[in-house]
């Protein structure tokens, strides 16, 4: 029996096609020159790149945008000059570079297609920017839920609306009312871990965190704001809270903040699109 059974597992085995390594003339081919910059674009950030050789400058201005250029002259049309290899949140892709003496044939601006994108899960990433953004967006136009969470200073209210847990991020939801009729013009929205109480005789010990996504890019509100923060999971002790604050440009330079206590933090939701549709 169970030879019959090897038997049948090499005959289906032998009928599957097998995938052939992929060499650099079965990539995608992009020409180059050294007088000529090519901007590759990717649909989503970029976390990874390499260039197989010294041959090639690059580098990645912004998060999903890389930049090549030969260093010199002086190579064959057609020669290889390196591999470029993009690495993404969600898929992973590769060029082959070719030099061409012939400045009209240089590619200068090159979108990665969706049949060139192998996909690949990055360790990395968790939640993808796409994902992230979907749901903060989601979150900024669901019913607040905390009720309790506050603070009030130069006439402006700032209330905490909803906390999400979803993957390895918190979701932090907040508002600004504004109750003057001065413009609020946002210098920085700032993520912090500070000393719940302060005594005189200690040094208050305050962490700078990095958000992984601010929501809303808006820089002036006159009456009312509101934006979400996501942050990675983190615990902390009782007497720290977590501070999400806005400050305004100079000359005005007003600035509000929200302290969040680790116990609204254990109370965040877990995410769903149900949750988000209660009243």
């Known amino acids: 029996m169970l030879s019959k059974i090897l038997a049948a597992f090499l005959i289906t085995a032998a009928f599957q096609p097998i995938k052939a390594q992929t060499t650099y003339q079965e990539m995608e081919q992009l020409t180059v020159n050294e007088q000529v910059t090519t901007v590759i674009t990717a649909s989503e950030p970029i976390r990874f790149v390499d260039i197989s050789t010294d ?21 064959e049309d057609g020669e290889v000059l390196a591999i470029v290899t993009i690495v993404t949140e969600r898929y992973r892709t590769q060029y082959a570079l070719l030099y061409t003496t012939r400045l009209t044939e240089a590619v200068t601006s090159k979108e990665i297609e969706l049949s060139e994108r ?26 607040a839920r905390f009720r309790n969470v506050g603070s009030k200073k130069h006439r402006m209210t700032m209330r905490l609306n909803n906390i999400y847990s979803a993957g390895d ?84 330079g007003r600035t509000i903040s929200l302290n969040i206590d680790y116990e609204d933090v254990l109370s965040a939701d877990g995410f769903s699109n149900a949750l988000l549709r209660e009243e």
């Open 118 to 143: 192998n996909a690949y899960h990055n360790p990395a990433v968790s939640m993808s920017t796409e994902d992230m953004y979907r749901y903060a967006r989601q979150i900024w136009t669901s019913p």
């Open 169 to 252: 991020y918190f979701f932090l939801d907040f508002s600004v009312e504004n109750r003057t009729n001065i413009r609020f013009d946002i210098d920085e929205v700032r993520l912090k871990l500070s000393d719940k109480k302060v005594s005189k005789a200690t040094n208050s010990q305050v962490v700078e965190l990095k958000p992984e996504l601010i929501l809303e890019q808006s820089r002036s509100f006159l009456h009312g704001y509101r934006n979400v923060i996501v942050v990675k999971k983190l615990t902390f002790p009782n007497d720290k809270v977590l501070t999400v604050e806005l400050t305004e440009k100079q000359i005005s």
């Open 55 to 75: 041959l090639v400058a690059g580098d990645q201005p912004i998060n999903n945008t890389v930049r090549l250029k030969p260093k010199e002259a002086g190579h």
